[in-house]
C-alpha cells in the first residue's frame, strides 16, 4: 500500500507501548488537531483523520496483533469507516463506531457531559455525527450568579441603563430603577447561568460635592463676602439640576440652609431635603479696583468681630 503509515510514529509512542500510553498520545494530539478546533484547517483536518486511523488500530487488541504482524498488509480485505469516506472521499478506512473513548474525548474537547451509556443496549455515550464527532449535550441545571455594580450618584438617584460584563465574558445593558443606595440588591431572572438569576449588589461611591445621608443630601457651598453679607441669590447644585436659592442677609459662615424636598428618595419614593452649609471664600488676589473698594469697605465697616473675645 502506498500510503502506508507508522501508527505508532504518528502517535508518537514506541511498539511496547501500553494501552493507557496509546491513549493519552491520542486524545494530546485528537485535541491538537481536532477540525472543531482548528476551523478550515486542511493540514490539521489530514491530521485528525490520520491520529484517528492509528489510534482506531493501535486500541484494538485483536487490530494491533494483526498490524503488528502484518504491518501495512493487516487489513487489506476490510472495509471500515464507510461514513467518514462520505464525508472525506480520500480518507483512510476507519470504523468510529468501534472507536473506544471517542465519545469521551469530543466531551471532554467541547466541554460537554455525555448521557450514560446502556449496559444492555450497549449503545455508546456519544456517536459519531458525520459533524467532527460533536455531541448533544444535556441540559445543565440553571446557577444563580451575583456581580458588584457601581452606580455613580447621579445614575443611583435617575435610573437607566447601565451596561455591566458578568463573568463568564457576557455583556448585558440593565434598566435600573432610579432611588439605589448602597447595598441594595437587584434581581434579575434568567441572566444567571445556564437560564439562572444574576443578583447584582449596588455599591454608590462617595460624591465629590454631595453627600448622603439616609434620605438627606448634604453639601457645602462657596460663597464671596459680599454675597453673603447682601444676602445674594446665589445657584445650588441638586441632583435635580441647578436651582436659584436667595440667601439670608449677613449669612454666616458654617450656616445651614435647607431645600426641601431636594434630596433622596427612600424606599417608598419620598423625599429627604437637601442641606446646605455655606462657605464664605475670600479671593486669592485682587485687582487694582477690588482692592481699592475693599479698603473703602475698611475705612467705614464699624462691625468687629473680636469686640467679644476674652482679655
Do not use: C
Given at each position: 500500500?502506498a ?26 494530539l485528537?485535541?491538537?488537531y481536532?477540525?472543531d478546533?482548528?476551523p478550515?484547517?486542511q493540514e490539521a483536518e ?18 494491533r496483533s494483526k498490524y ?16 467518514l469516506?462520505r ?17 469521551t ?28 464527532g ?40 440593565i ?6 443606595v ?11 447561568i445556564?437560564?439562572g ?15 448622603l ?5 448634604y453639601c457645602?457651598?462657596?460663597v ?5 453679607a ?8 441638586t ?12 449669612v ?17 419614593g419620598?423625599r429627604?431635603?437637601q ?8 479671593p ?16 467705614l ?11
Open positions: 500500500m500510503d502506508f503509515r507508522d501508527y505508532y510514529q504518528l502517535l508518537d509512542v514506541a511498539g511496547d507501548a501500553t494501552q493507557d500510553e496509546i491513549k493519552q498520545a491520542f486524545r494530546k485528537a485535541r491538537k481536532h477540525p478546533v482548528n478550515g484547517n489530514e491530521k485528525f483523520k490520520q491520529i484517528g486511523e492509528a489510534y482506531e488500530v493501535l486500541s484494538d487488541g485483536e487490530k503488528d504482524q502484518f504491518g501495512q498488509y493487516w487489513n487489506q480485505d476490510n472495509d471500515f469507516g464507510a461514513d469516506r464525508r472525506w472521499p480520500s480518507a483512510p478506512r476507519m470504523d468510529f463506531s468501534q472507536f473506544p473513548d471517542f465519545d474525548f469530543v466531551d471532554d474537547l467541547l466541554g460537554k457531559s455525555p448521557p450514560s451509556a446502556t449496559p444492555e443496549s450497549g449503545t455508546a455515550a456519544a456517536e459519531w455525527s458525520g459533524d467532527y460533536t455531541t448533544a449535550a444535556p441540559p445543565r441545571s440553571p446557577r444563580n450568579i451575583e456581580a458588584n455594580l457601581a452606580v455613580p450618584l447621579e445614575k443611583a438617584y435617575s435610573g437607566g441603563l447601565e451596561r455591566i460584563r458578568l463573568e463568564d465574558g457576557r455583556a448585558i445593558e434598566d435600573m430603577p432610579g432611588g439605589l448602597t447595598g441594595q440588591q437587584i434581581r434579575l431572572r434568567s441572566q444567571g445556564d437560564g438569576d444574576l443578583y447584582l449588589k449596588i455599591e454608590v461611591p462617595p460624591h465629590p460635592f454631595f453627600k445621608d439616609a434620605s438627606d443630601i457645602r457651598l462657596p464671596t463676602p459680599a454675597e453673603a447682601l444676602g445674594a441669590a446665589v445657584e445650588v447644585p441632583l435635580d439640576g441647578r436651582v436659584t436659592m436667595n440667601l439670608p442677609l449677613a454666616q459662615y458654617g450656616q445651614r440652609l435647607r431645600l426641601a424636598g431636594k434630596g433622596y428618595p427612600d424606599e417608598l419620598r429627604g431635603d442641606i446646605i452649609e455655606i462657605e464664605v471664600v475670600l486669592e488676589q485682587l485687582d487694582a479696583e477690588e482692592r481699592s473698594l475693599y479698603e473703602q469697605l475698611y475705612r465697616e464699624s462691625f468687629d468681630p473680636r469686640q467679644n473675645l476674652p482679655y
